[in-house]
C-alpha cells in the first residue's frame, strides 16, 4: 500500500477507484481502500519492481497516460476515420500511424455489437519508448 495521502491523492486524481464509498487514507484501511491498486501492482507492475518502486511505477503510468492524446489522434481529420462507427482497422491505423507501434483494442459487446472501451498503448520495460502490443486479450476487438 502506499503509505502517504500525497501519493494516494496524486494516484487517485488519475486512476480512482469507483468502488469505494470514501476516498482513500492513509489512516484507514489499505486491505479494503487500496485493494484495487494491491492488484493493479501484483498484475501489472511487478514485472519492473527491478526497476521501480510502487511509487515510481504510478508515477511512471501517470507521466505515460498523457504522452499521446489519443482523443486526438482519433479525432484529427487528417486521419479519416469515418464517424460515428470506424472499424477496428481504421482505430489501429490512425493510432499506429501517430505511436509508430501496433496498439491493443479492447471491446464490450453492448446490445449485439462491440464498442471499444479502451486503448493500450504498450512500452519498453523502463517506459522510454512506446512499443507494438503483443498480449492476446479476451477483450481484443
Known sequence: PLKDQRSIDQRDDYWYDY????????????????????HEWRVHGTCSENNFNQRGY?????????????????????????LP????????????????ARPELRCHYYENSKILVEVTLCYDILGKRVINCTRPSVWIC
Open 58 to 82: 504510478f508515477i511512471l503510468a501517470k507521466r505515460l497516460m498523457f504522452t499521446y492524446d489519443l482523443t486526438s489522434i482519433l479525432f484529427n481529420p487528417k486521419n479519416a476515420i469515418p
Open 19 to 38: 468502488s469505494l464509498v470514501n476516498p482513500p487514507s492513509a489512516k484507514g484501511n489499505w486491505r479494503t481502500e487500496q485493494s484495487f491498486w494491491a
Open 85 to 100: 462507427w470506424p472499424r477496428v482497422s481504421d482505430v489501429m491505423s490512425a493510432i499506429s500511424k501517430s505511436t509508430q
